[in-house]
């Protein structure tokens, strides 16, 4: 074994990096007989230096990141920092001064991914980022390299802890999305911003860099349509358990049938109770990968937190560190496919729309015109008067489900459905996926 420790440099030591370096100190023995080589952290990045940090010696602290990345004797920066800037500019430094990367930075990686990839290509480095989508659970490189001789054509599954956990609270205990959310917020799940997590943003960065590893194209936060969990109320919840289904925030990326482009989306959705992701409680994640050859795979476990997120992190850094010591990198970005990204108006699905609308005769029957005229064919319906608005003329609550149909065709309906006097509102509009 070398004697001569690999330096590494922990940019950002919040909730993911004080567990990294908590493990890299504990694990320091079997770390360095699994590299083959001790590692040394060499400096720790942070803003507030005179915050108290368990087990790192002080002198290691610097609020400098530019110049640690810079010293040029680095040769792993784990970046746990978030966000675009400084991150961006830190990551590329540390490819021009010798170093590799391994982060977690799924913002970054979804907006600027490609050329992040080109900039560690063109120095020789390495770019790993397993933590980045679905906390602890090995996603990044079983597409990478696992599956790299399959043909991928679709990846569903539940990628944001956060609001998992919130609506399964909501579903499970009954407690109120805020109450939820502060709950996430203290366990560590959440970004640093919540917004990313409750308005889809954070599994819509993970949708982008899940679809480009797949499909072997690029595919942009930009370009994957998303709608958060804000708008999910408790009677979208009580109506999905009325027909044996849970809300669930999907993230799915699909390759045409054709082969010739692909969709990303992230969106809640109803599921059956009796499929495997109704089960995914609290803040895990679960993500089924479908190939041609392979079938359906199933990746499952905690998907936030800072000690499941370090351990993705510390495995990307004993592979960096491997490839270091034996003078090589890992696969870089495989993007040959340039698949155009289709717009969620050719996305096929079910639905699952809640109106209310006059209680008198016709009205059904006028609805269910709306729907016949836009192509969109109806499966279920179920209406229940609303006993206690006979002051307004009597109103209905009116529940349908559809059959499969272009998501195109549905926004038409909705939109026909709103210009009826007898329909007084679209309470609510929800995909139905995986029957
Ligand atoms: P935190 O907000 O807990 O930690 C961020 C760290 O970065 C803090 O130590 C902060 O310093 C430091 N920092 C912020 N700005 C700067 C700067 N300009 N220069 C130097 N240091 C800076 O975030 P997390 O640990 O939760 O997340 C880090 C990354 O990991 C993000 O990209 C996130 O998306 C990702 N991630 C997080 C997961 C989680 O469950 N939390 C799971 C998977 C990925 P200070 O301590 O002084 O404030
Ligand atoms: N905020 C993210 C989540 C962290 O809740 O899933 C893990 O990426």
Redesign the pocket.
């Known amino acids: 074994m070398r004697t001569r420790p690999l330096k590494v440099a922990l940019?950002?030591?919040?909730?993911?990096?004080s567990e990294v370096a908590r493990i890299m100190t504990t694990h320091a023995d079997d770390l360095a007989a699994r590299i083959g080589a001790p590692v040394e952290l060499a400096g720790v990045?942070?803003?507030?230096p005179s915050?108290v940090r368990e087990g790192i010696d002080p002198a290691l602290i610097t609020?400098d990141?530019t110049a640690l990345v810079k010293r040029g004797d680095i040769d792993v920066v784990i970046e746990?920092?978030?966000?675009i800037e400084?991150a961006r500019t830190l990551i590329t430094t540390a490819f021009e001064h010798g170093a590799s990367v391994v982060s977690?930075?799924?913002?970054l990686l979804a907006e600027d991914g490609a050329a992040l990839h080109a900039a560690a290509e063109s120095q020789g480095r390495d770019l790993y980022y397993e933590?980045?989508v679905a906390?602890a659970i090995p996603l990044v490189r079983p597409l990478r390299e696992s599956l790299a001789g399959d043909k991928v054509n679709r990846v569903l599954g539940i990628v944001n802890?956060t609001t998992n956990f919130i609506l399964d609270r909501m579903d499970t205990s009954g407690a109120g999305y805020s109450e939820a959310l502060d709950e996430a917020t203290a366990l560590?799940?959440a970004?640093?911003d919540p917004t990313a997590d409750v308005e889809g943003f954070?599994a819509a960065a993970k949708a982008a860099i899940l679809a480009g590893i797949a499909f072997h194209t690029r595919v942009r936060i930009g370009e994957v349509h998303r709608e958060g969990i804000t708008e999910v109320t408790a009677a979208d919840i009580a109506s999905a358990r009325r027909m044996g289904c849970t809300v669930k925030l999907l993230a799915i990326c699909e390759r045409a049938a054709d082969g010739n482009s692909v969709t990303a989306r992230v969106h809640p959705a109803m599921i059956p109770l009796s499929h495997p992701l109704a089960s995914v409680r609290e803040a895990y994640n679960a993500v089924f990968i479908e190939a041609d050859a392979a079938g359906q795979l199933m990746f499952y476990g905690p998907g936030?937190?800072?000690p499941p997120?370090a351990s993705a992190v510390l495995g990307d850094l004993v592979a960096v560190c491997r490839n270091k010591l034996s003078e090589t990198t890992g696969p870089g970005e495989s993007a040959y496919t340039r698949l155009p990204v289709s717009p969620m108006g050719e996305v096929v699905t079910r639905y699952h729309i809640s109106l209310d609308v006059a209680d008198k005769p016709g009205v059904l029957a006028q609805v269910a015109t709306v729907f016949a005229e836009q192509g969109v064919s109806i499966d279920t319906v179920r209406q229940q008067s609303r006993p206690d608005s006979q002051e307004t003329g009597g109103e209905a609550s009116l529940v349908v489900v559809t059959h499969r149909a272009p998501d195109a065709a549905l926004s038409a309906t909705v939109e026909a459905l709103r210009k009826l006097d007898t329909v007084r509102g679209v309470a609510s509009i929800m995909r139905v996926e995986g029957e």
């Open positions: 940019l950002g030591c919040g909730v993911v990096g990045a942070v803003r507030r915050k609020t990141a746990v920092i978030g966000g400084p977690a930075n799924k913002a933590a980045a906390g802890g560590g799940y970004e640093a954070d936030a937190g800072g997120t």
